[in-house]
């Protein structure tokens, strides 16, 4: 157990709704990272946060915005949802910001119909 | 972007065998780092290495950091049915760029 829980744990839904992922880093970690994990794709980076602030961007669409909350924890919010967004969001927490060891939570698997 | 290339794809061994994968990159990083996922799960780490030419050991996982700085390589001694998983190694160049991810060695082994 690495300490990161993340809710749900499956969502299945269907195109053009918007769905809310959560995130609760390890105890202390002030940084949350994003990740999307398909079939073809592998590992992509989405977006970091690191205590309330925005700190990195990856491939992250337009339709998919995050924030972290006073409390740390995050949340991934999707919208205007399409078939290829299926797949695992996982994320992962550290204690810095500028950490490059990083844990991940057990992920949320998204099937969009 | 950067890419890492992760090789093999697949490895199917027999129990007790030892196991060798690697990554490589077009451009240097500065930390390696190597995971493990079980299905349904996320990520585990296994090993990080923060310099380039460093040998570390975790159990029967021995990973090195190329002296190139463009490679990375993990070892697997006797290997057991628990080690099944994906492997996956991930870069970073510096703690202000996002880590890269290979795209994972998936290992079967059979008893």
């Known amino acids: 157990d690495s300490g990161v829980t993340q809710t749900p744990k499956h969502l299945i839904t269907a195109t053009g709704q918007r769905v809310t992922l959560r995130c609760s880093p390890r105890s202390g970690d002030l940084s949350v990272y994003w990740y999307q994990q398909s079939l073809d794709q592998g590992l992509q980076f989405l977006i970091q946060?690191?205590?309330?602030?925005?700190?990195a961007k990856g491939n992250i669409l337009e339709r998919f915005s995050a924030q972290q909350f006073p409390d740390l924890h995050s949340e991934l919010n999707l919208s205007s949802l399409e078939l290829g967004d299926s797949a695992l969001y996982f994320c992962?927490?550290?204690?810095?910001?500028?950490?490059?060891?990083?844990?991940f939570g057990p992920g949320t698997r998204l099937l969009v119909l | 972007g950067q890419q890492l290339n992760q090789s093999p794809q697949s490895m199917f061994i027999q129990e007790g065998e030892d196991v060798s994968m690697n990554c490589t990159s077009s451009?240097?990083?500065?930390?390696w780092l190597w995971y493990k996922q079980d299905p349904g799960e996320g990520p585990v780490l296994l090993i990080a290495?923060?310099?380039?030419?460093e040998l570390t050991s975790n159990g029967r996982l021995t990973a090195q950091f190329g002296i190139t700085r463009k490679d990375s390589f993990l070892n697997i001694s006797a290997s057991i049915p628990s080690d099944v998983g994906i492997y996956f190694c991930a870069g970073s160049f510096s703690g202000n760029t996002p880590l890269v991810f290979g795209k994972g060695t998936r290992l079967s082994v059979i008893a």
């Open positions: 946060y690191y205590n309330g602030e925005e700190r």
């Open positions: 992962a927490s550290s204690p810095r910001l500028h950490q490059e060891t990083q844990y």
């Open positions: 451009s240097i990083f500065n930390t």
């Open positions: 290495l923060y310099k380039a030419g």
